[in-house]
């Protein structure tokens, strides 16, 4: 196979040594419990996120409607409204 036992079993100790090498029993149970958790922290992250656009989504709502007063003609036309006196102050 292109591999030589002594190769081999280096490579089954360092995978015992770093914990990689899992019976088959264990390992489903180990996987499951861990994929269990990760789908948890990964719907914990989504609704984290969904708040955040949410709240993002407001922020620009509110921006926008800001804007529009600004741009709006009422402020143009009537600048004494907001000040007093010139409008063009030194």
Known sequence: MGIQ?????????????????????????????????????????????????RVLQEKIDELERRIEELESPDIVLNPRKFGSGRVNKP
């Open 5 to 53: 036992v002594t190769d081999l079993i280096k490579m089954f100790i360092r995978l015992g040594l770093n914990g990689d090498l899992i019976t088959s029993k264990a390992s489903g149970e180990v996987n499951s419990r861990a994929s269990g958790r990760d789908v948890e922290y990964l719907k914990g992250k989504i609704f984290i996120m969904e708040n955040m656009m």
